[in-house]
């Protein structure tokens, strides 16, 4: 490594195979992105963070001095996303909510943390059941950084080429038709990621992301078919025992979107954590690093084949993996809708669902969550993969009561069948990616074809700002991507239009049905209606007659 002016010791290289060093040095991998972890692990990043935030501090440098690639690649890593394009010298804060459970204690905190940074500080519920806070400033983020492990909480290894934030049921626990509770795994997988959210630099460098999502009822509140790891939970008809059946290599990109496929594989549940840390790390021996567009985990899975690709991450465990269990059910599932009041499996016991449009809070909303989840619950809440929150055990007779509180105006608990199903992604507003504003063109698009429309069920409206496709526009009933349109000849801000994605049960990709469709509203809301009436059975308000003179 010496000849090449690396040292292993900081080098990304070092935890890698050789072949897979190789493959990271060779002059074909994919730039700038292999480079910039040869040169340094973003790993790294976790103690100089600190160091970098103190000099700040102290007026020793400015962020506009620092090193580009350790400023706009590297901090990821710790989860600090630098806006250059759109909020220069401020960051982006991804956490690790691992099945979206939060307590009212990490709540508060996190509304205290972006208080001070006005109009700019503002936090937003993600498609990963995850938190994203905006606005912060170098200076202040090794101290959030701190507050977050002290509090269970942390924000590292959630950006690049990392495993993402692990979902699983926002119901876990407290639903009668779970066959199990998916939190203690998730917290367990992450836990073995990350090293108990401190950092661990071995599965630092993969080869691309990593989703994981984990279904613990037939609902797949975890959307395991976009996952590339999808764990499904079945019950051995054998022992009678619940399992995971395996499903990999869902994800969407601007030059691909694919559904998982079965990898023919069961597990038992104390096999699921070794076996995502032996797949985790033949990824990273393995996966390519030629071409960032194919270096997603499907590809090395379509290259091998299934059946070696479990050979393989057998043999790094040390032992030979069962072949899936075949369940057949009789009926058909449909997926549950989680916002608004539902019993528990406890007796006398509710969960209370909030509709979160598109997923942007705001410093206060924090708090009154965390108040909320104290007064009338047991200290916590869920967060969702559709940008919501829930409060879970709730006595039924604080219902009433908690129904009345003024945030639940704001955020509503019976919000109307299009609300409910908004999803977005964060738009121009804050990403550099985003080819147009998503999250409050959303919010008043939807307002206005609530005001317009009645529906007899949901409809689930996803919005992306661009081809990567973050607000899953191809899992909605109807999905908008950002993209170029036209009107009177001149450029404007467009959509292409999808129509007719599932989830839950037998779940489908959306298909594109329209593409470079203005987002003006003179143009965009008539198409939407229209085709909220003739696929969606929404029907036109009929005005209140007018009162007698």
């Known amino acids: 490594m010496a000849e090449l002016g690396l040292d292993l010791e900081t080098s990304g290289l070092k935890y890698l195979s050789n072949d897979a060093r190789l493959r990271a040095l060779d002059k074909k991998a994919a730039k700038p992105f292999e480079r910039i972890k040869n040169e340094k692990c973003g790993s790294k990043m976790w103690t100089e963070v600190s160091e970098l935030a103190q000099l700040v501090r102290e007026g020793k440098t400015k962020w506009e001095d620092l090193n580009l690639d350790d400023i706009d690649i590297r901090m990821k890593w710790s989860g600090l996303f630098h806006r250059r394009k759109r909020t220069p010298g401020k960051f982006m804060m991804r956490l690790k909510v691992p099945n979206g459970e939060l307590t009212a204690e990490q709540l508060r905190f996190l509304g205290e943390s972006i208080a001070r940074y006005g109009e700019e500080g503002c936090g937003d519920i993600t498609t990963r059941a995850n938190i994203q806070l905006r606005g912060v400033l170098l200076e202040d983020a090794d101290k959030i950084m701190q507050g977050l492990v002290e509090r269970g909480l942390s924000s590292v290894m959630s950006g690049m080429d990392n495993v993402r934030n692990i979902t699983g049921s926002p119901i876990a626990g407290i639903d009668p038709h779970e066959l199990l509770d998916s939190r203690p795994l998730c917290h367990e997988v992450n836990a073995m990621i990350t090293n108990n959210g401190l950092g661990n630099p071995e599965l630092t460098n993969l080869p691309r992301k990593i989703n994981i999502g984990i279904s613990t009822s037939r609902d797949d509140f975890a959307h395991c078919h976009i996952n590339d790891v999808g764990l499904k939970a079945v019950r051995d008809p054998q022992t009678g025992l619940v399992g995971f059946n395996v499903e990999v290599g869902g994800y969407f990109s601007p ?6 496929i079965p ?41 091998w084949g299934v059946d070696k690709f479990r050979d393989m991450i057998g043999e790094r465990m040390g ?21 608004g009041i539902h019993a528990q499996k406890q007796p006398g016991l509710f969960w ?27 200290g916590t809440a869920r967060i969702t993969v559709e940008e919501n929150i829930l409060f879970p055990n709730v006595p039924e007779a604080h219902l009433a009561e908690m129904q009345q509180e003024p945030i639940f105006r704001k955020y509503k608990i019976h919000a109307g069948n ?39 069920r949901p409809v689930r409206m996803h919005w992306t700002g661009c081809p990567n496709s973050c607000g899953q526009a191809q899992v909605g009933d109807i999905g908008l991507m950002g993209g170029p349109a036209k009107l009177n000849g001149k450029a404007v801000e467009g959509v292409r239009i999808f129509l007719g994605g599932t989830i839950g049960e037998n779940p489908t990709l ?4 329209e593409k470079g469709v203005a987002c003006d509203e003179s143009i965009l809301l008539p198409k939407l209606r229209h085709l909220l009436i003739e696929h969606y059975g ?10 007698a003179v």
């Not at 030059?255 to 998982?260: I, L, P, W, Y």
């Not at 393995?286 to 270096?295: E, F, M, V």
């Not at 929404?538 to 009162?547: D, M, R």
């Open 255 to 260: 030059k691909r979107n694919v559904v998982s």
């Open 263 to 303: 990898m023919d594989t069961f597990l038992t549940q104390e096999q699921v954590v070794p076996f995502c840390k032996a797949l985790l790390e033949v990824f990273r021996d393995h996966g390519r690093r030629d071409d960032r567009q194919k270096a997603r985990l499907m590809w090395l899975v379509e290259e």
């Open 319 to 339: 032992q030979t993996l069962r072949r899936e269990v075949h369940v057949v059910y009789e009926d058909v599932w449909e997926r549950r809708d989680v916002l």
């Open 352 to 378: 209370v669902g909030a509709c979160v449009p598109a997923g942007r809070l705001f410093p206060q909303d924090f708090l009154e969550f965390a108040r909320i989840a104290e007064r009338y619950g047991d």
């Open 418 to 456: 299009l609300e409910r199903g908004l999803v977005s992604c964060t738009g121009a507003q804050f990403c550099p990616l985003a080819i147009i504003e998503t999250k409050n063109r959303a919010m008043a698009v939807v307002g206005k074809l609530e005001e317009q429309l009645d529906f007899p």
């Open 510 to 513: 959306a298909s594109e049905f």
């Open 538 to 547: 929404a029907k036109p308000k009929v005005a209140a007659p007018a009162a």
